[in-house]
C-alpha cells in the first residue's frame, strides 16, 4: 500500500528548493515555515490548484486533482472559501452532501447538530460577509467533522481562532487521527506543533 501522502523533490524556488516527506495513517506531521515560506503554495500544489513544478505528490498513490485525489482528501485553507453570497450553512450541506455522495437533506441534521455544538448555529445562516475570521475558520473545519478523509491538510488551521474555539478546533483535528494521516502547514509557536507526531521545517 503507497504512503497516505508522499512529497518526493517539491521546489518551489526561491522559497523551497527541496523538500520531501511521506506521511502514514495516523500521524500527525507539522510542517513549519514562517510568513513568505511558501506553505500556502505547497498546499494548492497538493490540492491541485496550482502545478507542482519540480517533484511529485502523491495521495494515497493518485495525482493531485484527480478523482480518487478529491475522493480521499480534505484541504482547509487560511482563508476559507466559502462563496460570498450563499449562507454558509446552505454551503457545508451542499459539501458535506457531495463528499459522502448523498442527497443535500441526508447530511442537513448532522451539519446542524455540528453547528449547534459548536455554538454557531446563528453564525452559519449568514452569508460569509457577515462573519469575522474566527467564525469563518471554524465553520471550514466542518467538512473534516462530518466526513471521513483519509488525507487531511490544513494550512494555519488556528491562526484566525479566537483563544475560546482553539481547544474545539484542536479537538476535530486530533479526532482524524484514528483514521486519516494529517499534515498541518503551520508556524513554530502553534499548538499543533507540540501535538505532531513530526515536525518538519520548510527552511
Not at 147 to 164: G, K
Request: glycine share 8%; with cysteine.
Amino acid at each position: 500500500m503507497p504512503p497516505y501522502i508522499s512529497i518526493g523533490g517539491y521546489s518551489d524556488p526561491p522559497r523551497i528548493p527541496h523538500f520531501s516527506i511521506e506521511a502514514e495513517g495516523g500521524e500527525l506531521v507539522a510542517i513549519v515555515g514562517g510568513p513568505g515560506s511558501g506553505k500556502s503554495n505547497l498546499i494548492k500544489s497538493i490540492a491541485g490548484i496550482r502545478s507542482a513544478g519540480r517533484g511529485s505528490i502523491r495521495i494515497m498513490g493518485a495525482r493531485p486533482g484527480t478523482m480518487r485525489a478529491r475522493e480521499m482528501a480534505a484541504f482547509v485553507f487560511q482563508n476559507s472559501n466559502f462563496a460570498p453570497d450563499l449562507p454558509v450553512r446552505n454551503q457545508l450541506d451542499r459539501r458535506i452532501a457531495l463528499i459522502r455522495g448523498v442527497a443535500v437533506r441526508n447530511v442537513q441534521r448532522n451539519v446542524a447538530d455540528w453547528c449547534e455544538k459548536m455554538e454557531l448555529t446563528e453564525a452559519a445562516g449568514q452569508i460569509p460577509g457577515q462573519l469575522n475570521r474566527s467564525q469563518l475558520q471554524m465553520l471550514s473545519l466542518a467538512p473534516l467533522a462530518l466526513t471521513t478523509p483519509s488525507v487531511a491538510v490544513l494550512d494555519e488551521p488556528l491562526t484566525n481562532l479566537s483563544s475560546l474555539r482553539v481547544s474545539s478546533a484542536l479537538s476535530v483535528i486530533i479526532s482524524l487521527l484514528e483514521k486519516a494521516s494529517v499534515l498541518v502547514l503551520v508556524q513554530n509557536k502553534s499548538p499543533l506543533v507540540k501535538r505532531a507526531d513530526r515536525v518538519v521545517n520548510l527552511a
